[in-house]
C-alpha cells in the first residue's frame, strides 16, 4: 500500500505514532481498581510506551486534564460518566486532539460494550499500543457532546434520582430500585418530538448515537458509535405493563418499531414538553427540555481492538 493511501485512509493508524500514554483515572468509578491501573500502566512501559497517570480529584477534574495535556493517547479510566468529560474537553480543543482509549471501570461502561473491549490489563495494553483507530462520531444535545444517547422521560427521571440521592453503595441496585418504583408511579407531562420534521407524541425519547443501551443491551441495531447517524427510539406509553415489555425486548435483543415504539433514523431531533421533563446524556443528568439534538460535525479518534 502505497504511503499516500495509508495516510489518506482515515482508520490507517501506525502503532509507532503511539510513544505517550497518559492515564485519566476516576477513582470514584462503579468498578475502580488502582491495581487494574498499575497493571496496564507496566504493561504498556513493557511495551516502551512513556506512561503517565492523572487521577481526578472531584467531578470535572478529567476535563480539566483533558483539556490541556499533551500526549499521544489519553486513556480514560472510569464509566461513561468519566469517558463523557473528556470527550467534552477534547471536542473543545482544535484538531489534533490526543487519540481517546478507555480503561472499563464504571458501572456500566456501555461504550465498552459498543466497542468490544477487554478488561484484562495485558489485552488492553494491546489495544492502546497497537489497536485500530476508529472516528467516535459525536451527538450534540443543547450543545453538550455525547457519543452514546440523550434522553428525556423515564430513564432521565432515573438517572437524576440516582445522582441527587445520597449516594448509593450499589449504583446498578440503586436503578432498577428507582426504575421499579417509578414504572409505578407513571405522571408528568407528554413529549413532543419534532423528528426531521415528523412529530411524534411519546412518554420517553432517545436519541440513540451508539448500539447499546444499558450495559450488554441493544437499543437502536442501525445505529453505532464509531459510524454516522443518529437514532430514535421513543416509547408511545411508559404504563408498566408497555414498559416490561419493552423492558423484554431490550434484554433479549429484540427491541424494535411496534404499535409502542418508534425507531427512525434522523438528523435532527427536538423534544419540548408543557412542563420540563428531566434529560440525560451518556447516563449522566442534564437539565431539563427542551431538548435539542444534532449529530457534530467533528469527530474523535478512539482505539479499538
Ligand atoms: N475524583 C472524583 N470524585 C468524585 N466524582 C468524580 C471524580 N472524578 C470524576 N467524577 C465524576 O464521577 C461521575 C461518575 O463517573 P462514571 O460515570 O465514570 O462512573 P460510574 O457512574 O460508576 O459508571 P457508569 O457511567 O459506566 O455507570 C462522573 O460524573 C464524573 O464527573
Do not use: C
Not at 176 to 194: F, K, M, Q, S, Y
Amino acid at each position: 500500500m502505497s504511503l499516500a493511501l495509508r495516510m489518506s485512509d482515515e482508520n490507517a493508524f501506525d502503532p509507532s505514532t503511539v510513544r505517550s500514554v497518559t492515564l485519566l483515572v476516576n477513582p470514584a468509578a462503579g468498578g475502580f481498581r488502582m491495581k487494574t491501573i498499575q497493571a496496564l500502566a507496566e504493561a504498556l512501559r513493557g511495551r516502551g510506551l512513556s506512561v503517565e497517570i492523572r487521577m481526578s480529584t472531584a467531578p470535572g477534574h478529567l476535563a480539566e486534564l483533558a483539556a490541556t495535556v499533551e500526549t499521544d493517547v489519553i486513556a480514560v479510566a472510569g464509566g461513561d460518566g468519566s469517558v463523557n468529560e473528556v470527550v467534552g474537553a477534547l471536542m473543545a480543543r482544535p484538531a489534533p486532539v490526543p487519540t481517546l482509549a478507555v480503561v472499563p471501570q464504571g458501572t456500566a461502561n456501555v461504550l465498552a460494550h459498543e466497542i468490544a473491549l477487554p478488561s484484562d490489563p495485558q489485552r488492553l495494553a494491546a489495544v492502546i499500543a497497537t489497536g485500530r483507530r476508529r472516528d467516535l462520531h459525536i451527538g450534540l444535545a443543547n450543545g453538550r457532546p455525547f457519543f452514546l444517547m440523550a434522553s428525556a422521560g423515564f430513564d432521565a427521571e432515573i438517572v437524576h434520582a440516582v445522582e441527587t440521592g445520597p449516594r448509593p453503595r450499589f449504583k446498578k441496585l440503586a436503578f432498577v430500585h428507582n426504575a421499579l418504583t417509578r414504572a409505578l408511579g407513571h405522571g408528568g407531562p407528554d413529549l413532543t418530538i419534532e423528528a426531521d420534521g415528523r412529530r411524534h407524541t411519546a412518554r420517553i425519547a432517545v436519541v440513540a448515537k451508539a448500539k447499546h443501551y444499558g450495559g450488554p443491551f441493544v437499543l437502536a441495531r442501525e445505529a453505532s458509535a464509531v459510524a454516522p447517524g443518529l437514532v430514535l427510539v421513543a416509547l408511545k406509553s411508559d404504563r408498566p405493563w408497555a414498559l416490561m415489555r419493552a423492558a423484554a425486548a431490550l434484554a433479549t435483543g429484540r427491541l424494535g418499531p411496534s404499535a409502542n415504539v418508534i425507531v427512525e433514523p434522523v438528523r435532527r431531533v427536538r423534544i419540548t414538553s408543557e412542563t420540563p421533563v428531566a434529560t440525560q446524556i451518556d447516563g449522566e443528568a442534564m437539565a431539563t427540555t427542551p431538548l435539542d439534538v444534532v449529530a457534530a460535525e467533528r469527530t474523535l479518534p478512539v482505539l479499538v481492538p
